[in-house]
């Protein structure tokens, strides 16, 4: 089967986002694998969720016990009916909906060695020493890749002795424009220092393409010998070996990073008791060693005892502490304090936790599916203890407290307590998001028992509905929500499901989009009625404004996002961190404009000016002939209406034309202000090692395609059927005659008839095109379309155009879908990372439910799935700013209606609403006076027009206090109405 039919067997429709991390040859591997899940509690079924939407062979589910009330506080598939049944047979009926590509099994008999032969990868989950043991020898012995996930917080792999990483980063290959190569022994490239350029690996490998003059390189892998080092002028030096021997560089090419693969080589669980992974400090060292001894040490509790150690049991607790210091012997010493509180809480279930290691298991599991991404080496241990109640501000929990109570929640009651699960239960949230995000935050506060309580309310808004697309990472929707004509509403479909897997949940479903415009409906009564919100959004303004309105109404924020498998997790909680404003950066990527134009140095260049041509020809242009303004638009609409076809062979000549204009005289104009050696010392083109080249003879792929994806765009603005394909553009182009491009003070000269590579194109130095009658004028204006339309020929134009500029400038091109990816702006995407940040926020929650008010209990979380990396520090605390000593007492100023300003003793320099002033100390004494005598409310009516609604609770102010410092910004004063 040769790579294109493979690529074919690919949904792109379904996978398109997840292609974007892992790549058609990974995709592919993975269509290759078995994989067998055993045990079907929460992290088990969690493992083999995220493994069906990514799409791998098959997948079998193991499971020899039945469920219980403990397991219904994380594992989603089961419901109160279902206890009693066995665990993988009612998980596989709900798995096998997620995606048709990946047949799901049950199995209920023990896992012999015969059985375990037909799998690629084994993940086991809930299981005893003894079966990790026998199972990892032979996994082990039978180049069968083996991971051990627990519930806990312990993840395991062995992928054998020699396992192969193809693409061992997410990271797309460094790449680099060169500026100058000398001969000699080594040779000494020097790379355009570009904003943000990463750095290529010493000792790696490279590829040379497009070098003018040292033309030996090019297509040629060459190792970089030291680490490449920044000189005072900017640009780097690469040393590449003996180049005396090749001729000599003139000017342009690329450079570009190989990935080489790698091997690497593991250990059975056999050798369990010789390590523990990696530490990063001495500190990280004693920690891991404790967990690793903790499980090793429960592992023989079980062992002896037949079960778990009891919640909050003391004697069970020094029980544990004992196995664990005979086990540890002298090789290093434990945290006592964490050995007891890992039995306390050892017979536990928790939803995030499950989320968070079942997330980490299934991306192992594509790792060695595919041998994308650099697997674990080899132990991860993970831990929340600071979602234990502070000893400080809380009475400690009791064995009583933390009980079985025959409850759906029992499993999280052995871990907080009883009085905690009903706290939940009573808790107000607002969700803004039902997407990816969304939806495993949704099922995860479903789990938990967040608002389904007396009093509890979950509200989630969406106003975007279901698409496929949607069905590889967004968990809670199903193919069967895409198939009508009218497709439901995300928000509608998530808040069902939640209720499905947890009836009690009290989920409300709104499908407003939050801003100015709904302040009315997310008002104060609202937000004021909150406990918290939680972000699951793609648009950071949209996130700066849920974090302003937090700020305003004082409520804790959990904010998270996803970019392939990088994630992360931030918790703000008013007066404690820092606000969500302070923490971000949202200056977006722009190109200077004489770099778009003129000098693109990169793909993204191209396919912005590609991006701006099609804005420019079929939407710009089409608006400013329809539009009421026309007649003041003259000079843009002329052409327009000198250009009108009147049949497709005419939009097929105008693409043509347009084709000669953009690839070939623009160039030669280029060219003639700017010629190659004057180029290379310019300026503006310092960063740039090549000059532009008009198109010469070029695949005919590439000219074809920006023909008939114009020529289609323009019959389109025009209102002309389409009525030929790309026979019949051949056909018109055999007789096109062209205008002859005259340089500036240069004679002209005959064209080339091999223009675009079609023998049968005549070029001629005259061709005048008849003015057409009068016509109706009015145009239709083309948008780009949405990212998953590719019917209607906005990108094929695009990518065409961006593809053909690249060839002019020696710039290596982008496929259809790297190209579409860039253009759309689309956010790489991956089910595991989506749910490990969903189980980091609720971890989060846990906290804020508490009410936890030491800083150092709260975690940022930032992790990167395929290295792997996982980073949690502790949040920055706000800034502080003494405003004025009367203020110093509160954070934000609080004033009652019936004080009037000259009565509060502030001394204000100027007093705003929003945007509008109602109070400046130089106004006249007159105006002062007026404005002093009356309310802030009839001001605010006065100066904006409009009365305060009268469930208004309170109104917010900016000050400006005399004898402040210049870049001194109080902090806003609330009026408080009612």
């Not at 051990?148 to 193809?166: I, M, P, Q, R, S």
């Not at 203890?385 to 933390?402: A, G, I, K, R, T």
């Not at 409300?508 to 409906?521: F, W």
């Not at 705003?912 to 009839?938: I, P």
Request: charged content about 20%; aromatic content about 8%.
């Amino acid at each position: 089967m040769n790579a294109l039919e493979s690529h074919l067997e690919i949904d792109e429709g379904l996978y398109s986002r997840q292609i974007y991390v892992l790549g058609y040859d990974a995709m592919q591997r993975m269509t290759g694998s078995s994989v067998l899940v055993s045990g079907m509690k929460g992290v088990g079924v969690e493992t083999a969720k995220n493994i069906i939407l990514a799409g791998v062979k098959s997948v079998t589910v193991h499971d020899q016990g039945d469920a219980q009330w403990s397991d219904l506080s994380s594992q989603f598939f089961l419901s109160e009916g279902d206890v009693g049944q066995n665990r993988a047979v009612v998980s596989q009926r709900h798995l096998a909906e997620l995606n048709s590509y990946v047949p799901v099994v049950a199995y209920t008999e023990e896992l012999s060695e015969k059985f375990l032969s037909a799998f690629q990868v084994v993940v086991l989950t809930n299981s005893s020493l003894e079966e990790q043991l026998r199972i990892s020898d032979f996994c082990h012995a039978n180049n069968i890749c083996f991971i051990l996930a627990d519930t806990k917080g312990l993840l395991f792999c062995d992928f054998g002795e020699h396992f192969v990483v193809y693409d061992p980063s997410e990271a797309e290959p460094v790449s680099a424009t060169i500026q100058h190569i000398t001969q000699g022994c080594p040779g000494v490239v020097t790379i355009a220092c570009e904003e943000k350029q990463e750095h290529f690996e010493n000792g790696g490998m490279v590829t040379f393409s497009r070098v003018e003059g040292m033309t030996e390189l090019n297509n040629s892998d060459r190792g970089v010998c030291p680490d490449p080092c920044a000189v005072s002028a900017g640009p780097y030096h690469l040393e590449i070996g003996d180049t005396t021997t090749f001729s000599p560089y003139h000017r342009g090419g690329t450079i570009t990073q190989v990935k080489m693969p790698q091997t690497h080589s593991y250990v059975s669980t056999s050798l369990l008791s010789r390590g523990y992974g990696k530490a990063c400090s001495p500190c990280d060292l004693t920690h891991y060693c404790t967990l690793h001894m903790a499980f090793q040490a429960l592992h023989a509790f079980q062992s002896k005892m037949g079960r778990l150690p009891r919640p909050r049991n003391q004697v069970d607790a020094d029980r544990l502490l004992e196995l664990a210091q005979d086990l540890a012997g002298w090789q290093a010493p434990l945290d006592e304090e964490l050995v007891r509180a890992f039995a306390a809480v050892s017979a536990g279930d928790l939803s995030p936790i499950n989320a968070v290691i079942g997330a980490m298991a299934a991306q192992e599991v594509l790792k060695a599916a595919s041998g994308k991404f650099t697997p674990l080496d080899q132990w991860f241990y993970f831990d929340a203890w600071e979602c234990l109640p502070e000893q400080e501000h809380s009475v400690p929990l009791s064995e009583q407290d933390c009980a079985p109570r025959g409850s759906r929640y029992d499993g999280q009651i052995a871990v907080f307590g009883a009085d905690f699960q009903e706290r939940l239960g009573q808790q107000k949230y607002f969700v803004v998001g039902a997407g990816a995000i969304g939806c495993e935050l949704l099922k995860n506060f479903g789990m938990i028992g967040l608002a389904a309580g007396k009093g509890g309310r979950i509200t989630v808004t969406d106003m975007d509905t279901i698409e496929r697309s949607n069905l590889n990472r967004q968990f809670l929707f199903r193919p069967q929500d895409v198939l009508g004509l009218r497709p439901p509403l995300k928000s509608e479909v998530a808040a069902a499901a939640v209720r499905h897997m947890n009836p009690y949940t009290n989920v409300t479903a709104h499908q407003d989009c939050l801003g100015p415009d709904t302040e009315q409906l997310y008002g104060d009564n609202f937000f004021l009625g909150l406990d918290g919100v939680a972000t699951a959004l793609d648009n950071p303004q949209a996130r700066v404004y849920v974090g302003e309105r937090c700020v305003q109404y004082l409520k804790p924020l959990l904010d998270s996002g996803t970019e392939g498998t990088k994630g992360h997790v931030q918790v703000f909680v008013p007066f404690l961190t820092e606000s969500y404003g302070h923490a971000m950066d949202l200056a977006e990527k722009t190109y200077p404009l004489c770099t778009l134009r003129h000098f693109p140095t990169a793909i993204q260049h191209t396919l912005q000016w590609a991006r701006d041509q099609f804005e420019g020809l079929f939407k710009k242009s089409a608006e400013n002939v329809s539009g009421g303004e026309a007649l003041e638009k003259l000079e843009l609409v002329h052409s327009s209406l000198q250009e009108k076809p009147l049949s497709w062979g005419e939009c097929v000549a105008w693409a043509r034309r347009l084709w000669e204009q953009l690839f070939r005289n623009d160039i030669q104009q280029l060219l003639y202000n700017f010629p190659p050696d004057h180029v290379r010392h310019s300026p503006s083109y310092r960063k740039s090692g090549s000059s532009p080249s008009p198109l010469f003879p070029l695949p005919l792929d590439t000219h074809m395609a920006f023909i008939l994806a114009a020529s289609r765009l323009f019959a389109q603005t025009h209102r002309l059927q389409v009525s030929g394909d790309e026979v019949a553009a051949r056909q018109v182009l055999l007789v096109l005659c062209l205008m002859l491009f005259l340089q500036p003070r240069l004679e002209s000269q005959a064209l080339p008839r091999d223009l675009l590579t079609l023998p049968s194109f005549r070029v001629m130095s005259q061709c005048k095109i008849p003015s057409p009658p009068p016509l109706n004028l009015s145009l239709i204006p083309l948008s780009l379309a949405p990212q998953d339309d590719n019917s209607n020929f906005h990108l094929n134009f695009i990518v065409a155009a961006s593809n053909l500029r690249a060839e002019n400038y020696g710039i290596p091109t982008a496929d259809w879908l790297q190209s579409k990816r860039i253009v759309g702006r689309i956010v790489p995407a991956i089910a595991t990372t989506t749910a490990a940040v969903a189980g980091l926020v609720c971890l989060e929650l846990y906290k804020l439910v508490w009410g936890h008010k030491d800083l150092g209990s709260y975690r940022q979380s930032f992790l990167r799935l395929a290295e792997p990396m996982f980073i949690c520090i502790q949040p920055c605390s706000p800034s502080k700013q003494q405003v004025r000593a009367c203020m110093a007492p509160k954070p934000r100023p609080s004033l009652g209606d019936h004080q009037g300003l000259s009565e509060h003793g502030l001394a204000l320099r100027m007093l705003l609403y929003r945007e509008a002033v109602l109070y400046a100390a130089f106004w006249s004494s007159e105006k002062l006076k007026e404005q002093l005598a009356n309310r802030l409310t009839e001001l605010v009516h006065c100066i904006t027009g409009k009365a305060v609604p009268k469930d208004c609770r309170f109104l917010e102010f900016q000050i400006v206090c005399e004898g402040e410092e210049e870049d001194s910004t109080p902090p806003p004063v609330h009026v408080q109405l009612h």
